[in-house]
């Protein structure tokens, strides 16, 4: 069973530019999440979905991030424009059975803004 | 607001020894699970192991256990016949029971060296 993808894996940029990252989820899962890891630190989540529904996106700031999943599948997260302290590997992470399902996590896709 | 803390940045262990990671957490819930994710320097995070807060008994998944005292907020693990491939940065991470929420809660993670 193929895992959770995530592209591209590693992205640099200028400030002020625009990104975005895609992820395609574990097949038949319903729950996905994004998670920002800074530097030496643990992940923090960004904003989850059951299905195609954003049902938390508190800790996503919404001045610049946006995220969308059309059709329950694939997600793509946004970030117009980054900053220099977007600077961090952005993980995708997928459940079959909703919320209280074991997470399985993509590779990440590590952003370097300059 | 429910914490997690990792004290040991770094540790290091010697082939086929044992090496015990620590973790504490602070929640006020009484329901909530509890793991502990791999982080090898590809950044695919793995499970290694969850715990359930209800059970009492220690949860272990061949080398790897866990020694949960959940009056103590503690849950530490347990690598046993360490090898290179163990190493990694593990992270431990705490979610609640309730909530609707699915949220991991990670802390700043140990990064663990093992030598030949």
């Known amino acids: 069973e193929a895992g959770v993808v995530q592209s591209p894996r590693y992205k640099i940029i200028e400030k002020k530019q625009p990104v975005a990252f895609w992820c395609n989820p574990i097949s038949g899962h319903n729950t996905l999440y994004w998670y920002r890891q800074n530097l030496g630190q643990g992940p923090e989540l960004l904003i989850r979905y059951e299905n195609e529904e954003a049902v938390d996106d508190s800790q996503l700031p919404k001045d610049r991030f946006s995220a969308e999943r059309l059709k329950g599948v694939d997600s793509t997260l946004k970030i117009q424009p980054a900053e220099l302290g977007d600077s961090a590997v952005y993980l995708c992470a997928t459940a079959g059975q909703g919320w209280a399902d074991t997470q399985y996590f993509g590779p990440g896709t590590r952003l370097t803004v300059l | ?116």
């Open chain 2, 1 to 116: 607001a429910q914490t997690v803390t990792q004290s040991q940045p770094e540790m290091s262990v010697q082939e086929a020894e044992t090496v015990t990671l620590s973790c504490t957490y602070d929640t006020s819930e009484s329901d909530y699970y509890l793991f502990w994710y791999k982080q090898p320097p590809s950044r695919q995070m793995i499970l290694v192991i969850r715990q359930e807060a209800y059970k009492q008994q220690n949860a272990t998944e061949n080398r790897f256990s866990v020694n949960f005292q959940k009056a103590a907020k503690s849950f530490s693990l347990k690598i046993s016949d360490s090898q290179l491939g163990d190493a990694a940065m593990y992270f431990c991470a705490y979610r609640s029971a309730g909530g609707n929420t699915g949220k991991l809660i990670f802390g700043q993670g140990t990064t663990l060296q093992v030598k030949p």
